[in-house]
């Protein structure tokens, strides 16, 4: 229950929800062990690089529209149907996995029939991809205002502690992975039964809990209200990334013909925003947009920057006698721990003093991370990286829920959605595209007229435009003296790119102090009651 009753939060409700963050965690990083294992999916369903990053994604979108959309019913459906759902999509994702292992395990395939088994089983485990995706996307959806709700005169530091979950999930899914060696890679279903282990944990915990009610709907502000603080400019940002995502997954299975325009994911969110407008009939809080504006560079600085740090650093790491993905589980673990230790950090600096150091601490530790070479000095960047980045989502999070308590669910989770949105549409892409622009620099400089020899033809694209990049198969071509110096100066000149990574935090920095600097014009930042009145 809320902390104005007289009841104290219920502890085996929050060590639940915690759970269930984990679960997400675990399906991720043991889905990216999958994917990026040449033994695993790839050679299973006969997969290419980017056929694998493909159905790695199939993971990822469908959490940030089940976490927007959940959000806008939940408080109808309740947190118990919401909790229910995401446990059938992990069954779900577990039988459709195994299913599409039986198929291309069958013995004897070969030629046609092998083809068509993969085929099939691609099919499967992409469809079990999704479904897995709106699970840990509703996860999300009921945790952040149960716990914003239990724990309301407090939510930043509970948020922090809450979100010590994904980390943790992180490193202790990281660790067993690894832990299982060639079981793992041999059958790989064993991965698959990992994630079942926090699952069926927390839906023990929480099926017969007494889930409190809202703030939002406590306070007795009306669903109206919710949507009038998230308002038209909220809806816009939030629906073009809704549909530009889904526009991009409908184009990659269609002939290009068929695919879908920019103006016709223009026109359909016009449509959107401005029905939501009109019901709701408000722009919205221009403090809360710009919260939202915040979260993309964000989510680009720590999650885009994850999804690419053991890649990144691989060379590196391999140069110091260990693999590139102990740099994601050591910052992942500090993490965890910092997260655990939020509240004395969050009331020394207030959330919006801790933001802003975190945005400093990130520019200094990516920038280091881009030079640094031997194991000590990468762990020594990499522990100010990790700092940097423990803070910034659950932070975000809880002055969202500090400042605009009416908007319950929806803008809570909403700006989670949109971080997660950013990362897959843009994000995570503009930091190949960083790492692409900065090897090509550095091998036209160092092997003139080399780079055209290499160069990906036609240039390929995402959502900014065409790029140019490197086709590693004319890399392979080259004789071998010339393919080592080239691999050589690409896995330089990719670490170089974390220096351009850090224009985010950059933006972020600034606009921290301006909005410390105008609360300090306002007498002070202060949490919102609910029931006195809206945020800024």
């Avoid at 493909?54 to 459906?77: E, M, Q, T």
Wanted: aromatic fraction near 12%; glycine fraction near 10%; charge should be negative.
């Amino acid at each position: 229950m809320v902390n104005d009753s007289d009841e104290k939060p219920s502890q085996l409700m929050f060590w639940g929800c915690f759970i269930a963050l984990i679960t997400t965690a675990f399906a991720f990083i043991t889905r990216a062990f999958m994917v990026n294992n040449d033994a695993m999916w790839p050679a299973d369903f006969g997969l290419d690089k980017v056929q694998a990053q493909v159905l790695f994604g199939h993971g990822i979108w469908p959490f940030a529209i089940s976490i927007i959309l959940f959000s806008l019913v939940i408080d109808k459906i309740g947190y118990r149907v919401a909790m229910f759902f995401s446990f059938i999509c992990y069954a779900v994702y577990a039988a459709l996995a195994l299913w599409a292992y039986s198929i291309v395990k069958e013995p004897g395939l070969a030629g046609d029939a092998l083809l068509e088994a993969r085929s099939s089983g691609l099919t499967l485990l992409t469809i079990g991809s999704i479904v897995l995706g709106l699970g840990n996307g509703t996860v999300e959806a009921f945790i952040n205002p149960i716990v914003a709700t239990m724990f309301s005169k407090e939510k930043t530091k509970w948020l922090n502690i809450l979100h010590a979950g994904w980390p943790g999930g992180l490193v202790l899914g990281g660790l067993i992975t690894l832990g299982l060696g060639t079981t793992a890679t041999e059958d790989w279903r064993n991965l698959i039964y990992i994630i079942a282990i926090p699952a069926l944990v927390y839906v023990a915990m929480l099926a017969g809990a007494k889930f409190p009610v809202s703030e939002r709907v406590s306070s007795g502000a009306t669903y109206k209200d919710m949507l009038a603080e998230f308002g038209l400019l909220g809806a816009a940002l939030a629906g073009f990334l809704v549909v530009k995502q889904l526009a991009t997954v409908y184009n990659g299975t269609v002939d290009p013909a068929s695919a879908i325009s920019d103006t016709v994911v223009y026109a359909v969110v016009a449509v959107l925003a401005i029905a939501y407008g009109v019901y709701c009939q408000s722009l919205g809080r221009p403090m809360l947009f710009l919260l939202c504006i915040i979260m993309m560079p964000l989510a680009t600085t720590e999650l885009g920057t994850d999804g690419a740090i053991s890649g990144i650093m691989e060379k590196p790491m391999e140069e110091a006698g260990y693999s590139g993905l102990w740099v994601l589980i050591y910052t992942s673990g500090i993490m965890m721990v910092l997260r655990f230790f939020a509240g004395p950090v969050v009331k020394a600096l207030t959330p919006l003093g801790l933001l802003a150091t975190c945005a400093a601490l990130a520019i200094v530790g990516l920038y280091w991370l881009s030079f640094a070479q031997g194991l000590v000095v990468i762990f020594a960047a990499a522990t100010l990286y990790g700092v940097a980045k423990t803070y910034f989502w659950p932070t975000m999070l809880g002055v969202v829920a500090e400042q605009y308590p009416k908007g319950g669910a929806l803008t809570l989770n909403a700006i989670a959605g949109i971080g997660m949105l950013t990362v897959g549409v843009l994000g995570g892409p503009l930091i190949g595209k960083m790492q692409e622009d900065s090897a090509k620099a550095g091998i036209e400089a160092q092997m003139p007229s080399m780079y055209t020899k290499i160069q990906a033809s036609p240039d390929p694209t995402y959502f900014l435009g065409a790029y140019q990049a490197i086709d590693e198969d004319k890399v392979k071509a080259l004789p071998e003296e010339e393919s080592q110096r080239v691999n050589q100066i690409v896995s330089v000149e990719k670490q170089g790119a974390l220096a351009k990574v850090i224009v985010f935090p950059i933006f972020m920095l600034v606009c921290y102090i301006g909005m410390i600097l105008y609360f300090q014009s306002k007498g002070g930042y202060k949490p919102v009651d609910a029931a006195a009145g809206s945020g800024h």
